[in-house]
């Protein structure tokens, strides 16, 4: 069965341990499509290669990088007549254009179609975003959707195919892993002029991992942490706009020699900066146009037997499970108490990292993730008669 998976995600070199997963199956010929880089709000993301065996990654131009619905591969088209795939799977949103160029050309060459959606909002979008949602949810075999809400939306929208929740990826607990080894340091922002890093003296360390933006909530984490009762030091690692606000936030609130803004990292690096944390925060809070749709730095962190604490926010609940602690989104009370009874609770944090880690084995693998999807193309294959094809 020859399968080709489009995914811009895959430029993280992490993420691609999931291609090896698929192509582990003996019955699976892969091959991966990623562009070069990809550009957003944190800069230019350029491609990593971690995980390479077993599989066909190749490198396709990208037009319009950084512009989320309009980007394409031009040669895609060329590619895809080449290798003549059984399955294409695109790990696009059904309403963006590389969606439904790749599926138009999928269909020609006679291929099923896998779609993976985060989308957890019902959205109505103007032509021609709406016309390609429509002719995608028409013409896919299947949509996989990472959070259980995006069943709902897909459903309202009119989508009566197959559909399962799989998230997009999992994590290797072989390489996301308690690590008895100090992190890594890299350079902590100039805008702090801190030269290097105090030693620690017994503090709980707190982590924030991601994008510096509004919606992510890291100025409810700070407002948290201040006035915590007991030993603590945050440490922020990641980019984006709100960057040089958070810093001066933490200086207002006179807890900057307590809090590091760190450099974003290679995520192959990401498990020994996880081993420097006790409790990883996700505070997202909910906007008009978006909310939590996984919040992958929890199933990371889970795995390192980090402590997580997130906002009752999309899909973040979900995920933690019984396995760490939540806070109601944009409550800076509440996050603070739940910080609290983790300062205070040695014993406490102790259960809830082994519980994570149990939680991500069972649940979260990059192996388990890659068997469900590898099941999914199995299924699309063996179904009865031929895809239709288009005629334009």
């Known amino acids: 069965m020859k399968v080709l998976l489009l995914s811009k995600s895959c430029v993280v070199g992490a993420y691609q341990k999931k291609l090896e997963e698929i192509a582990r199956h003996p019955d699976v010929q892969l091959t991966a499509v990623v562009p070069p880089e990809w550009r957003d709000e944190r ?30 591969y031009p040669g ?7 290798l003549q795939p059984d399955v294409v799977h695109i790990e696009e949103e059904p309403y963006n254009l590389a969606t439904f160029l790749a599926l138009r050309q999928a269909r020609r060459v006679g291929a099923r179609t896998v779609v993976f959606s985060w989308q957890n909002l019902h959205r109505h979008y103007p032509p021609p975003f709406s016309l390609m949602e429509w002719y995608v949810l028409r013409h896919t075999d299947t949509l996989l959707v990472g959070n259980s809400e995006g069943l709902t ?30 992190v890594r340091q890299g350079k902590p922002s100039v805008l702090l002029r801190r030269s290097a890093r105090r030693p620690s003296r017994g503090e709980v360390v707190i982590g924030y991992i991601g994008r510096l933006v509004p919606e992510k909530g890291v100025d409810v984490l700070l407002e948290a942490v201040y006035q ?22 933490a200086q207002w609130l006179g807890i900057a020699p307590r809090v590091t803004f760190d450099r974003p990292i ?16 996700l505070p997202s809070r909910t906007q008009a146009n978006w909310k939590e749709q996984f919040g992958r730095v929890l199933i990371e962190a889970m795995a390192c037997q980090v402590v997580v604490v997130g906002a009752r926010s999309g899909a973040i609940p979900e995920v933690i499970g019984d396995a760490g602690l939540t806070f109601k989104e944009g409550d800076t009370f509440d996050l603070r108490a739940q910080l609290q009874r983790l300062l205070d609770d040695a014993e406490l944090r102790e259960e809830l990292a082994l519980r994570g880690r149990q939680r991500v084995l069972e649940h979260f693998t990059q192996a388990s993730i890659a068997a469900r999807t590898v099941a999914v193309y199995r299924r699309l294959t063996f ?10």
């Open 43 to 72: 800069g230019t993301l350029r491609l990593e290669r971690a995980y390479l065996n077993g599989y066909e990654l190749r490198v396709e131009p990208i037009v319009l990088n950084g512009h989320f619905h309009l980007h394409y």
């Open 76 to 82: 895609l088209g060329r590619l895809m007549r080449a």
């Open 153 to 182: 939306v897909w459903r309202a929208k009119g989508y009566r195919g197959p559909i399962e929740v799989i998230p997009q990826f999992g994590v290797d607990p072989d390489i996301f892993t308690p690590l008895n080894r100090p």
């Open 228 to 249: 915590l009762r007991g030993p603590w030091e945050l440490r922020i690692l990641g980019s984006g706009p709100d960057e040089e606000r958070l810093v001066k936030m």
């Open 266 to 281: 290679p995520s192959t690096q990401l498990p020994y900066y996880y081993s420097g944390l006790d409790v990883l925060v």
């Open 383 to 392: 179904l009865d008669g031929e895809p239709q094809t288009d005629a334009d």
